[in-house]
């Protein structure tokens, strides 16, 4: 359809040290729109060509019906209808298909289950972009498959969270009246070739029935970005992104949509947002001379980057307008929005009604999959279930390679190593992810489409072993989903599962679950063995055999269709390391998980069995990473870039696993040296508390908890501190609300230890230089003079240790003084790492407290209502059988709405558990999401719906007393 007026084209989008941008023409006949039915009549006449079969009589006709919705009727002629051009080319692609498959037509047709069906990918890197960019048969071929797979939009996003092309305008237009602003170096040439090739894949994307979105997330390099257009102020920034952006939609008359960012990362300052974009963003897209959507990317609406006034300032505009936001934080967990999750990274308040706009999901790929194969159409399945919550449009999502080269970093690498040639079966990359890009989209317009689809596709490539190989791709294609799910580390995207060892021991403790309603963390775990606490919640030694599960599996279906394939088929050498590498993940995650289990219960009794079985644990995760690290070097490039947190291999991993087992060896130290304590206190420099973001202070407790804790964890801000330990510093003073401190005044100065960088405590940086290590006596506090610290402790004698920073210990006996200790220290001067006060208690731990039994689950049912009242009660109820192991239910809801806690009712064991919802608890504003937990008296449960097989939540509508929608 398009053909390339001048052959390949040359440079890249800029030269990195000038961001100088090349030349490309394009004749206007290549610009004219061959149109979305032309290309299906071609598709069907190649399919037939193929075929070596003579072409018969079709008559194509748009009829009225449902958008994108085809049919196909076989006979003399042959009639294929759409309900519009891009139905119509759906039924030419499906016809093609058939023709191909089994050299004739049957009836068939077709109708979307998912109105919005998008693809997200970025522009990141000069150095990788210009084998591809530039190239017009590139954008031809992956707009075809995105038709065939039924995609009908793509996001093509420009100065993303970096200083390469931000803002893009002059690197796309000159504007006579903003002579200040240019790219340094940059000729008329070079930037009409830029344009012009932004010309042609909005027009060949329409040409292939795709829409448009010119991402643009940046208006501005940041404060902290070293500018690449020079000219910009605070004064011309407002006129000039209106006139620039007006022009580009005018030369681009293509593009159906824009996409910006609502918030501080856009380069906009939040307090300048309402009036930048009320007074000259938005009306560059009303008057352009066409009907164009604004989307908008929202980060965080109760904090003001979507208030009230930016809503009033869109409304007022006057153009469509879409809302999106992130599904499972910025990777794809389970396949379903989480019931509950960091409220910043999910729909917030964002489905609140009635709303002026209308909605749509972020499937966040790239700190998930972006390397490593993905496939599993019942996932897809399962997720496409949920893409109406909210009455939600549609989804798009960042496929594999979508974030590949970040940042600009120089350097060409691809998949694999130079030295790897046999495993290259692609011409472009893409291709590599061929089953990812069909699974979402085949799937989300029609979920009811057959395994055959993809069976067919298998068996081309792989013969005989199509069907092992798709059962690898269902397996290891949990890995990382699950991963997610049960140890989320960053919700920005910060540590990436796919080549992140999930951080230091004592910081994997403390992350939390992204899936928090139905995965207990460690912590929570623990507490809840050692007090006996009954939770449904899936425990980390579920998580563990789950991974165990999945590896095997894997690894199984490897060794099935590898005997099958044998040597020689380039795509089997591709796929295999790939699944290889997400067993060895689950592999080694399921071990490091108990050992964090173990190892939190060590710190929280004491008991010295719990320390050694974490010891096993890492002593058995260990050889798994180290084959990891063998496996892939030397296959896939040794600095490889896929997010925001540098380079990655794993490899460079190895000094965190390593350390893991230092810390177990450390601690192990201690425990010998010191035994149980009644108190421990590690003497240093202060301790930063994290500070509150500002705008969250009036967020209910619990929502602000799960805030705080999930991109930083304690051990973040403690890392310098012994983790059985509490700090002191000295100016930690006595407080009856802590029960320790100095009790007098005196000259005292503490020797700290640095903290540990974030990146290293996430496992993140590539060579370690600051990980933490003897903490305990490392630092210390140094004074002089008589000083006393002040302990409370119940009546009795107590051994007190003076730990000092060379590793010696001095100890003294003293009485309590009413409720308190009051330690002296003495006259001279002194120097203390810390103190250990040993009571005349038990000095063994107790025996380790039994894990929850996971009994057969009973039969549960329920018939969920489709409606309910605004202010009414709304009765509900749960049959169970049997009943004989069953100790309580309970009943958690909540308004679908992030920002919200849920509420619990709970009833006793009973054949018909009944419930009845507060008609308090039912606005107009709000649909109502609800869901059952059934508790069995060996400690543990289940949920209803069962979150392994449907999404574990009811989602009803909420009308007003009229019976009317809101």
Request: aromatic share 12%.
């Amino acid at each position: 359809m398009h053909r390339s007026p001048g052959g390949k084209a040359g440079a890249s989008w800029c030269l990195r040290a000038a961001f100088v941008l090349g030349f490309f023409c394009v004749s206007t006949a290549a610009l004219l729109a061959a149109g979305p039915v032309d290309f299906g009549k071609s598709e069907l006449d190649r399919a037939f060509l193929a075929r070596g079969l003579k072409p018969i009589t079709v008559l194509a006709t748009i009829v009225s019906g449902r958008a994108e919705s085809f049919a196909i009727q076989p006979g003399r002629p042959a009639r294929i209808t759409g309900g519009e051009k891009r139905g119509l080319m759906y039924g030419f692609l499906e016809a093609a298909e058939q023709i191909r498959r089994q050299g004739r037509l049957s009836p068939a047709n077709g109708s979307p289950r998912t109105q919005m069906r998008g693809i997200l990918y970025f522009i990141n890197n000069q150095d990788l972009e210009e084998d591809w960019y530039y190239s017009q048969d590139y954008w031809d071929e992956y707009f075809r498959m995105l038709a065939y797979d039924r995609f009908n939009r793509f996001n093509l996003v420009f100065a993303c969270q970096t200083n390469y092309l931000a803002p893009p305008y002059p690197f796309w237009v000159d504007l006579p009246g903003f002579p200040e602003i240019r790219v340094p170096r940059l000729t008329p040439a070079q930037r009409n070739r830029n344009l012009q090739m932004l010309q042609y894949i909005s027009q060949a994307a329409a040409d292939y029935g795709i829409d448009f979105t010119l991402g643009i997330w940046q208006q501005n390099a940041w404060p902290s970005q070293k500018p690449t257009v020079e000219g910009i102020t605070q004064e011309n920034l407002g006129p000039y992104v209106h006139a620039a952006l007006k022009k580009v939609l005018q030369l681009c008359p293509a593009i159906r949509s824009v996409q910006i960012r609502a918030n501080v990362e856009s380069g906009i300052s939040p307090g300048e947002q309402v009036k930048f974009y009320n007074d000259y963003f938005f009306p560059a897209v009303r008057d352009c001379g066409r009907p164009v959507t604004l989307d908008l990317r929202v980060f965080t609406p109760q904090v003001g980057l979507l208030g009230p006034t930016m809503v009033e300032a869109m409304a007022k505009a006057g153009y469509p307008l879409r809302v999106s936001s992130k599904y499972w934080a910025e990777f794809v967990g389970r396949p379903y929005q989480p019931a509950e999750t960091v409220p910043t990274y999910s729909y917030l308040n964002l489905l609140e009604k009635p709303r002026p706009y209308a909605f749509y999901w972020e499937l966040w790929g790239v700190g998930s999959n972006q390397l490593l194969l993905w496939g599993n159409p019942d996932y897809v399945r399962r997720a496409v279930s949920t893409f109406g919550l909210g009455d939600a449009v549609g989804f798009e999502i960042d496929p594999p390679l979508a974030y590949k080269g970040f940042g600009n970093r120089p350097g060409k690498w691809g998949i694999f190593t130079e030295h790897q040639k046999q495993r290259v079966f692609w011409k472009w990359e893409y291709e590599r992810y061929w089953l990812f890009y069909m699974l979402w989209g085949r799937l989300s317009y029609d979920p009811q489409t057959p395994d055959s689809v993809w069976q067919g596709e298998l068996q081309r490539r792989f013969g005989p072993a199509a069907g092992e190989v798709l059962e690898t791709y269902v397996q290891s294609s949990g890995v990382i989903n699950e991963l997610v799910a049960a140890h989320l580390a960053n919700p920005n995207a910060l540590t990436r599962p796919e080549f992140n060892p999930g951080g230091l021991i004592d910081d994997y403790i403390d992350v939390l679950p992204s899936d928090w309603r139905y995965i207990a963390s460690i912590p929570e775990a623990v507490q809840n063995r050692i007090h006996r606490v009954a939770s449904a919640k899936q425990t980390p030694r579920q998580t563990s055999e789950l991974l165990d599960l999945i590896a095997s599996k894997t690894e199984q279906a490897v060794a099935r269709a590898g005997a099958k394939i044998g040597t020689g088929n380039k795509e089997w050498a591709s796929s295999q390391p790939d699944f290889e590498v997400l067993a060895l993940l689950a592999r080694y995650h399921a071990r490091k998980m108990m050992a964090a289990y173990e190892l939190k219960y060590f710190y929280e009794t004491d008991n010295g069995a719990a320390l050694e079985a974490a010891k096993a644990e890492l002593e058995k995760a260990l050889p798994i990473w180290e084959k990891l690290a063998r496996l892939t070097d030397g296959v896939y490039p040794d600095e490889m870039v896929y997010g925001m947190d540098g380079v990655e291999h794993w490899k460079d991993r190895v000094p965190y696993v390593h350390h893991d087992l230092e810390t177990i060896a450390e601690r192990a130290a201690i425990f010998k040296g010191f035994g149980r304590f009644a108190y421990g206190f590690d003497f240093g420099a202060p301790v930063a508390e994290p500070a509150l973001p500002s705008g969250l202070s009036d967020w209910p407790p619990g929502v602000l908890e799960k805030v705080l804790a999930s991109g930083r964890t304690e051990y973040v801000f403690k890392n310098n501190v012994e983790r059985r330990f509490l700090s002191v510093d000295p100016s930690t003073r006595y407080q009856e609300a802590s029960g320790y401190g100095w009790a007098d005044d005196g000259r005292r100065e503490a020797v700290g230890i640095p903290l540990t960088p974030y990146s290293e405590v996430r496992s993140a940086a590539k060579d370690p230089k600051s990980l933490p290590r003897d903490v305990l006596f490392r630092d210390y506090i140094r004074g002089e003079g008589p000083q006393r610290f002040r302990v409370k402790a119940p009546p009795g004698e107590y051994t007190i240790l003076f730990l000092r920073p060379d590793r010696t210990t001095t100890s003294v006996r003293l009485q309590t003084q009413g409720d308190s200790l009051f330690i002296p220290f003495p006259e001279g001067p002194w120097a203390v790492s810390g103190l250990v006060i040993q009571g005349s208690g038990a000095t063994t731990a107790p025996a380790r407290a039994g894990e929850p039994k996971f009994l057969p689950r009973p039969q549960l049912s329920h018939v969920a209502p489709k409606t309910a009242e605004a202010g009414k009660p709304l009765a509900l109820t749960l049959r169970i059988s049997p009943i004989s192991e069953i100790s309580a239910v309970r009943l958690h809801y909540r308004a679908v709405n992030q920002s919200v806690e849920f509420k619990t009712l709970e009833a006793g064991p009973a054949q018909e558990a009944k419930f009845t919802i507060p008609g308090t608890d039912i606005s107009a504003k709000w649909d109502l999401m609800y869901y059952f937990e059934v508790l069995n008296k060996d400690k543990g449960g289940w949920f209803e719906p069962d979150p392994s097989v449907a999404t574990p939540y009811h989602v009803v509508r909420v009308k007003t007393a009229t019976g009317s929608g809101d």
